[in-house]
Nanobody, 122 residues
C-alpha cells in the first residue's frame, strides 16, 4: 500500500504566498511523475503542475510565472510554491503520483492524496 499526505493549505490574502507539500509513503519501489491538481467549487478537476523524476516540469497557463513545482526524489516528496495568489486560485488542491510498489515493481498505480483546501480571500 502507498499513500500521499498533503500539507500547507490555508487562508491567504490576494497577492500572498503558500507552499504545499506532499509526501508519498508506504512500500514504494519507484515514483515516476508527480503533480498537483485542483478542483474549485462547481468545476472539474484540472492539472496545475507536473514534474518528472528528472525534473522536467509543465504548468497550466493560468499559473505560469506564479507557481513553482519541485520535488525531492530521496524523500518521495513534491512541493508547490504558490506566489501572487489570486481569488481564482481558491480550490481543493490534490497531489497525484504514478508509483509502483515493492511487491509489484513494474505495475504502476495512480495514487491521489486526500486534498488540501487553499482559500484566497481578502
Amino acid at each position: 500500500q502507498a499513500q500521499l499526505v498533503e500539507s500547507g493549505g490555508g487562508l491567504v490574502q490576494p497577492g500572498g504566498s503558500l507552499r504545499l507539500s506532499c509526501a508519498a509513503s508506504g512500500s514504494i519501489f519507484r515514483v515516476n511523475v508527480m503533480g498537483w491538481y485542483r478542483q474549485a467549487p462547481g468545476k472539474v478537476r484540472e492539472l496545475v503542475a507536473g514534474i518528472t523524476t528528472s525534473g522536467t516540469t509543465n504548468y497550466a497557463d493560468s499559473v505560469k510565472g506564479r507557481f513553482t513545482i519541485s520535488r525531492d526524489n530521496a524523500k518521495n516528496t513534491v512541493y508547490l510554491q504558490m506566489n501572487s495568489l489570486q481569488l481564482e486560485d481558491t480550490a481543493v488542491y490534490y497531489c497525484h503520483a504514478d508509483l509502483s510498489l515493492v511487491v509489484h515493481p513494474l505495475n504502476f498505480l495512480k495514487v491521489w492524496g486526500q486534498g488540501t483546501l487553499v482559500t484566497v480571500s481578502s
